[in-house]
């Protein structure tokens, strides 16, 4: 089976319980210096949702990541894995005052927002703090846009940094998402001209900004082809000096998530049921992990996840996969995937590419059915 050798020799060397994640660590390692290798200046903020296990963490840390989290929980893993605070952005443009309070008392200081109501807020409970504005930007390209929830327009984001003037904190810089999966590098250019035509309008107003946050959405490798990554962060340098004048003097943050463990995790699953439907006519295989443990991101096709087996020598015809519970929409993939026609109970079903977004976005045991084990070597 064409995965990991490492992770192959562990899942080998004894059968464990399914559906479970083997995680190979020194992958993160490769993944970060891939990012940071041509622009050692560049803040790698790891986006912690995509997979906040504390040995992910603890490496991150001894590479001298910076972190990205969403939540006072976040904020307290990455303490627990060593992480200075001073090194910690709190993210989330949505947080509770109390959330923002028990954070700044950890010591962050650096906050994100992207309404006044939010700005006032982080004045109140975490004063003296830096804060960056998050734009609403165009997340075309992206497998799983981040549009509308978040962000503001350059003219709101204008007034708020001018805001900032009467209120106890510095307007530090700017961020936005170009979505995840972002599999078009021209999705960075089309963001940084709406960040430069913020800090043009800011800067004829005395304020200057010294930070861009370029935000995750860097690409891994599922179905589709992706370029390598250090080709990505080339062609966003390359858009930063042609639309910021100022760009050399700027401090760059970027947040990658996916881009940093997608491809040091593989998912272990078995075949439960493999059926044909006779009124549908439609061949159904049902495995032991689902929507509502693990695979969320791929429903409606939106992350295509490679799927390896034993039996991919055989003659291979359309099937549906399907999670193991109860609930008719726990269905992984209706469309675009051709499995081994042999497949039967108890063949293996691996998704070599799964370590983002897999193990906590999953019910607490929905139908009976808890979230994967986790090894990480
Ligand atoms: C989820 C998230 C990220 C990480 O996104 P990826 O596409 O996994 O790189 C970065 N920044 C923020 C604010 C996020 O919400």
Redo the contacts with the bound molecule.
């Keep these: 089976m064409q995965i990991n050798e490492k992770i192959w020799a562990f899942w080998s060397q004894e059968k464990r319980p399914t559906p479970c994640l083997v995680f190979d660590l020194d992958k993160v390692n490769k993944n970060y210096n891939e990012i940071v290798s041509e622009h050692p200046h560049l803040k790698v903020y790891y986006?912690v949702?995509?997979n906040p296990a504390p040995q992910v963490l603890k490496r991150l840390v001894s590479l001298g990541a910076f972190f990205?989290a969403?939540s006072i929980e976040e904020v307290r893993m990455c303490v627990d894995a060593g992480a200075d605070p001073q090194n910690i952005s709190f993210?989330n443009t949505v947080k509770s005052s109390e959330s923002i309070r028990l954070a700044y008392e950890l010591g962050v200081r650096l906050f994100v927002f992207d309404s006044e109501e939010e700005l006032i807020k982080i004045a109140k409970n975490a004063p003296g703090s830096n804060v960056f504005c998050r734009l609403d930007v165009d997340c075309t390209g992206s497998d799983w846009p981040?549009q509308e929830k978040f962000g503001c327009s350059v003219e709101e984001a204008s007034a708020f940094m001018q805001k900032t003037v009467d209120l106890d904190v510095t307007p530090l810089g700017v961020s936005f998402?170009v979505g995840?999966?972002q599999r078009d590098p021209r999705a960075w250019d089309r963001a940084l001209t709406d960040v430069a035509e913020l800090f043009g309008d800011l800067e004829s107003k005395d304020i200057v900004l010294k930070m861009i946050n370029l935000?995750?959405?860097?690409p891994a490798a599922y179905r589709k082809e992706i370029d390598p990554i250090p080709s990505y962060i080339s062609d966003i340098y390359h858009f930063l000096s042609e639309r910021l004048s100022r760009f050399s003097e700027l401090e760059i943050m970027i947040?990658?998530?996916?881009?940093i463990v997608a491809d040091a995790g593989v998912i272990f699953s078995q075949v439960v049921l493999a059926c044909v439907r006779q009124k549908t006519n439609k061949r159904w295989v049902y495995i032991d992990i689902g929507r509502y443990s693990g695979l969320i991101e791929a429903c409606g096709n939106a992350i295509e996840y490679n799927i390896l087996t034993e039996k991919d020598a055989d003659p291979h015809s359309h099937a549906v996969l399907a999670g193991p519970t109860c609930d008719s929409e726990d269905v992984i993939y209706r469309m675009n995937y051709e499995l081994p026609v042999t497949l039967e109970e108890g063949d293996l079903v691996v998704f070599p590419n799964a370590g983002?977004y897999t193990t906590t976005y999953a019910t607490k045991g929905f139908n009976g059915f808890m979230p994967m084990h986790e090894y990480y070597l």
């Design positions: 986006a949702k995509a990205d969403a993210g981040l998402h995840s999966q935000g995750g959405g860097l947040e990658p998530g996916r881009a983002a």
